[in-house]
T-cell receptor
């Protein structure tokens, strides 16, 4: 089955800096790669996604890149704000979502 | 617009009991998926239903079962509860089977 590895497990940045979270996947048939943000006590919230026929996608301060050959994809958050502090999950899918273990992001003022 | 709703929000059961969790998808969404999230881990896939038919099943024992109703709402049932079943159970809905939107979850504690 699909195996998704996510790094780092924790990330601390100063407000205004950029944050990068990286994921690798094992199943070359996976064709959909969403990113979720989960705040304490809440369900995961979809923040951006990318499909295998696209290499990069951007939405305001958030961007995702995909390298199908290397089977890895990354989340980039620019100009981080304290409200970006949360746990971020990557996932790979060709049906059901297979999640990484999460990255706890802390943005300090 | 109402998002995915789940009930109950919290639940406490004892070992050996049975539990039923409920999910209502976003209006117009025909697919519902269930995930288990243990503290400190990513969600793990349990079931996916589309148009009332099971489309996928994760690596969970037969104690776990689910169904989807004609109005696209869904139930997850767990029999013979074990301590290790304590987790946040998440429901996600989608228009097709791809982009999934999660509800707030049901937090289950088994004592």
């Amino acid at each position: 089955g699909e195996n998704v590895e996510q790094h780092p497990s924790t990330l601390s940045v100063q407000e205004g800096d950029s944050a990068v979270i990286k994921c690798t996947y094992s199943d070359s048939a996976s064709n959909y790669f969403p990113w979720y943000k989960q705040e304490l006590g809440k369900g995961p919230q979809l923040i951006i996604d990318i499909r295998s026929n696209v290499g990069e996608k951007k939405d305001q301060r958030i961007a995702v890149t995909l390298n199908k050959t290397a089977k890895h994809f990354s989340l980039h958050i620019t100009e981080t704000q304290p409200e970006d502090s949360a746990v971020y999950f990557c996932a790979a899918s060709r049906g059901a979502l297979n999640f990484g273990k999460g990255t706890s992001l802390l943005v300090t003022p | 617009d109402a998002g995915v709703t789940q009930s109950p929000t919290h639940l406490i059961k004892t070992r050996g009991q049975h539990v039923t969790l409920r999910c209502s998808p976003i209006s117009g969404h025909k697919s519902v998926s269930w995930y288990q999230q243990v503290l400190g881990q990513g969600p793990q896939f349990i079931f996916q239903y589309y148009e009332k038919e099971e489309r996928g099943r994760g690596n969970f024992p037969d104690r776990f079962s689910a169904r989807q109703f004609p109005n696209y709402s869904s139930e997850l049932n767990v029999n013979a509860l074990l301590l290790g079943d304590s987790a946040l159970y998440l429901c996600a809905s989608s228009w097709t089977e791809e982009t999934q939107y999660f509800g707030p979850g049901t937090r289950l504690l088994v004592l």
